[in-house]
């Protein structure tokens, strides 16, 4: 990594940058609130169009996949050539994405809208991970916590906004939402400033060594990385299962309006940003792998009980999902920055690329498969994913805890 932040934990006293925190949270906010429309709009453009599920979860194969598909790769460009002003750029693309899809008269026309979604998220998130670690002041789990609250508050908070201007206005109202992308980019044009300004490489040319903080072998390292990236794949699949059918689940099964559910999402969508700020706070006190642990695996008993619950057994089950589940994200990555101290922005843009692909791959397959059988059988399925947290047992220890203050 060629980047200021490269002195790790050596620098504790560093003040946290407050105001970079809170704008790249915005930013994370403006953006995934954005991208939060598209599965929120998903019972209108399966009427419109007349979609099947199988076709629906396409629609978001495309989002995820794009996303999945450039994110490692311009996070691996960015810790050698950073791009700080990439990031308006990003949020150029979910304008663009934004402005298809309301607009749309086809659907592949809403197909491409959505990869243009996956776009700006590519380009987002890696160097605004970078950001965020650069700002921490050496609270790394606390920053990322920050910087992804924001995101988990715009994605509860797209749904809520859905239910009150694009149901009752129609699809043509999504535009209005470019006035969001808009802000957005001028937010991130003075973070880049920021970020340009604490990057001698980007000045100079140069490139600053990275010591790791652990002495751990290449194989050790890679099979750490392997069962965080197996980690992501129960939490993400199991979250793409809520996102993307929890309004159908709860329409089809207890009969609430389209409205309602979409509200009910954001209640859900609401605890996962809760539980996030907690799992960045708790893995800075007490370590990455005890909150992996709770987290992935300790969701199981509540996932296992919710395709059985009555209506508001269902609520405050998902609710409690949520809560837990989200908080296991930022430790995932903070360990991987500390297993790989000089490829931030790679592992960054590997692990949300992931989530974003295998989220996208689980949302198709969980169509066909809801398709042909119900949507209470996708949950059925998906309720034993949390067990795969049994892996991390194989973890190291690896992040220094921070001192009770």
């Known amino acids: 990594m060629n980047t200021a932040e490269a002195s ?43 979609l099947d599920f199988a076709q629906i979860g396409f629609i978001t194969l495309a ?62 998130h890696p160097e605004s991970s ?39 206005f129609g699809q043509s109202s999504i535009a209005w939402f470019s006035v969001a992308a808009l802000l957005g980019m001028i937010v991130l044009f003075n973070v880049g400033t920021w970020y340009r300004n604490r990057i001698p490489s980007y000045r100079t040319g140069g490139r600053i060594p990275v010591v790791a903080t652990h002495a751990l072998p290449p194989v ?21 299962s809520l996102t993307s059918y929890y309004t159908f689940y709860l329409i089809d099964r207890f009969g609430v309006s389209v409205q309602q559910s979409q509200v009910l999402l954001f209640v859900f969508l609401l605890a996962v940003a809760t539980g996030t700020v907690a799992g960045g706070l708790i893995g800075d006190r007490y370590g990455r792998k005890i909150v992996i642990w709770v987290s992935i695996l300790g969701t199981l008993p509540f996932t296992i009980a919710l395709p059985y619950a009555g ?38 843009g590997l692990f949300f690329g992931f989530a974003f692909g295998i989220g996208g791959l689980g949302a198709a397959a969980l169509g066909v498969l809801a398709d042909h059988t119900s949507i209470t059988t996708v949950f059925k ?11 991390t047992v194989f973890l190291p220890n690896v992040d220094r805890k921070r001192p009770a203050r």
């Open 8 to 50: 790790e934990p050596g620098a504790p006293a560093q003040i946290t940058a407050v105001a970079v925190l809170t704008a790249i949270s915005l930013s994370h906010f403006l953006n995934d609130m954005m991208q939060s429309l598209l599965p929120a709009i998903y019972p209108i453009l399966k009427e419109s169009f007349h």
């Open 63 to 124: 989002f995820q996949f794009t996303a999945s598909l450039l994110q490692p790769l311009i996070g691996l460009y960015t810790d050698r050539w950073p791009k700080p002003y990439s990031l308006t750029a990003g949020m150029g693309s979910t304008l663009a994405g934004l402005v298809l899809l309301s607009v749309a008269h086809a659907y592949w026309v809403i197909v491409v809208g959505a990869a243009m979604v996956g776009l700006g998220s590519a380009i987002f």
């Open 130 to 168: 970078r950001v965020a670690r650069l700002a921490s002041g050496g609270r790394f789990g606390l920053a990322q916590s920050v910087f992804q609250v924001g995101g988990n508050v715009g994605t509860a908070i797209g749904p809520l906004l859905a239910a009150l201007i694009i149901v009752p």
């Open 220 to 240: 050790r390292i890679l099979v750490a990385l392997a069962i965080l990236t197996a980690l992501i794949f129960s939490k993400f699949i199991y979250l793409s």
């Open 311 to 348: 209506f508001y057994a269902t609520v405050g089950l998902s609710m409690i999902i949520g809560l837990i589940l989200a908080s296991a994200f930022s430790a995932i990555v903070v360990m991987g920055h500390t297993l790989l101290p000089s490829r931030i922005g790679m592992i960054s």
């Open 381 to 391: 399925v998906c309720s034993f994913l949390p067990a795969v947290g049994l892996l």
